[in-house]
Antibody
Framework: QVQLQESGPGLVKPSETLSVTCSVS?????????WVWIRQPPGKGLEWMGS???????YYNPSLKSRVTMSLDASKNQFSLRLRSVTAADTAVYYC????????????WGQGTLVTVSS | EIVLTQSPGTLSLSPGERATLSCRAS???????LAWYQQKPGQAPRLLIY???SRATGIPDRFSGSGSGTDFTLTISRLEPEDFVVYYC??????????FGQGTRLEIK
């Protein structure tokens, strides 16, 4: 059974870079599938941030494309998100998930990690 | 970008009743690439329906999805107490970006 677990810094200062990692167990991320980041500001809805496939090909939300980078570390079976130049508007729960394709539904999801942007 | 509008924003019903949640797209969703998720407080969303009408593994058969083009529906045939949470639709046929609706909250009347 595939399980995903996010880890993050908890608190990031404005203008700095937010980094979150998703550790995957029960499946090798280098075999197949797309690996996805979604975020949810407190009390608000869901936003797809981007997807990366097992070969490292990326698809980003155009609204974030200038600030986001996703990467894979097959040796650790992890994938990561970096978001540059953060503001308070980037405060959210960050979720990772798996998708069959870059055009795909998301299942399963990690439990999420809250990242707060504040000085 | 395809905008998804869910209605109503909040739906008040009683356990045992039937719930009908709507998701309308600003343009046609290709190949019925539409999913529904359930989110309980403090938890990650859980996939209920994909391909507009296929139930995900382990989802009770009281949950069903229908629709095509721009109009989609999630129906819960007989509400259980644990069903009174938030539901999101998602389109993944036009990407990027993949987009979500703003959510429907199901509350106990």
């Amino acid at each position: 059974q595939v399980q995903l677990q996010e880890s993050g810094p908890g608190l990031v200062k404005p203008s700095e870079t937010l980094s979150v990692t998703c550790s995957v167990s029960g499946y090798s991320i280098s075999r197949s599938y797309f690996w996805v980041w979604i975020r949810q500001p407190p009390g608000k809805g869901l936003e797809w941030m981007g997807s990366i496939n097992h070969n490292g090909n990326t698809y980003y939300n155009p609204s974030l494309k200038s600030r986001v980078t996703m990467s894979l570390d097959a040796s650790k079976n992890q994938f990561s998100l970096r978001l540059r130049s953060v503001t308070a508007a980037d405060t959210a729960v960050y979720y990772c998930a798996r998708a069959d394709d870059y055009k795909g539904w998301f299942d399963p999801w990690g439990q999420g990690t809250l990242v707060t942007v504040s000085s | 970008e395809i905008v998804l509008t869910q209605s109503p924003g909040t739906l008040s019903l009683s356990p045992g009743e039937r719930a009908t949640l709507s998701c309308r797209a600003s343009q046609s969703v290709s190949s019925s690439y539409l999913a529904w998720y359930q989110q309980k407080p403090g938890q990650a969303p859980r996939l209920l329906i994909y391909g507009a009408s296929s139930r995900a593994t382990g989802i009770p058969d009281r949950f069903s999805g229908s629709g095509s083009g721009t109009d989609f529906t999630l129906t819960i045939s007989r509400l259980e107490p644990e069903d009174f949470v938030v539901y999101y639709c998602q389109q993944y046929g036009s990407s990027p970006p993949i987009t979500f609706g703003q959510g429907t909250r199901l509350e106990i009347k």
